[in-house]
């Protein structure tokens, strides 16, 4: 099984989760820009779409963020990283998916287009802002996103929110973010990808 990424892009949350789950994974970089694979072979032969994440599995390839990180939990149901189908607990996790899919990935990922300037990335930050403030309220009195136990959906939403930090976003005015930030990364799994993918010494 293969996971192409690029070094904390949202490819870092199956990346964890992986890590998270025992799974073994093998890793490929891509570039963005060329859409190459560090072995040379052109990623939009492997993704049409051209973005990363892709999980080859051997003759089929997932993409989409929410769906790899599903599939891998699933592989590894004793991980306890995602409810059963079929659970309300299921329908939790999916909802917290899309939320930050929708509502914290898109937002924070325009950050990285370096045409957002001006009015643009004004009002993109106030969206930021507000979005942070929804995020920091749904963590109040939990440790991680579904309570007490860490999910695929802390994998993800530590890879997209930790993209406020490199942009200099300051997050001081949402401490429920900023502590949950801190004990995911502390993470033995989440600091060995973050390791492996040139993030961290």
């Known amino acids: 099984m293969k ?38 072979l052109s990623f939009l032969s492997i993704n049409p779409k051209g973005y990363i994440p892709a999980l080859d599995i051997g003759g089929e390839i997932i993409t989409e963020g929410p769906a790899i990180v599903q599939y891998l939990a699933d592989l590894k149901p004793e991980s306890g990283l995602a409810p059963a189908y079929g659970t309300m607990g299921r329908y939790r996790l999916q909802e917290a998916l899309n939320f930050i899919a929708t509502e914290l990935h898109k937002t924070l990922g325009g950050l990285f287009n370096p045409a957002m300037q001006g009015d643009w990335r004004t009002a993109t930050l106030g969206l930021i802002n507000r979005r942070l403030s929804v995020f920091d309220t749904m963590l109040e009195n939990k440790t991680y996103m579904m309570g007490d136990k ?16 490199m942009k200099n976003i300051d997050l001081s005015k949402f401490p429920n973010v900023t502590a949950y930030l801190e004990r ?13 993918e040139g993030l961290i010494d």
């Open 184 to 196: 995911v990364r502390a993470r033995p799994h989440v600091q060995a990808a973050m390791k492996a």
């Open 150 to 165: 860490f999910s695929i959906a802390d994998a993800y939403a530590f890879t997209v929110v930790n993209w406020a930090t």
């Open 3 to 40: 996971l192409y990424y690029s070094p904390g892009a949202c490819s870092l949350s199956p990346h964890i989760v992986a890590r998270e789950a025992g799974i073994d994974l093998e890793i490929e970089r891509v570039d963005l820009n060329s859409k190459r694979t560090h072995s040379q």
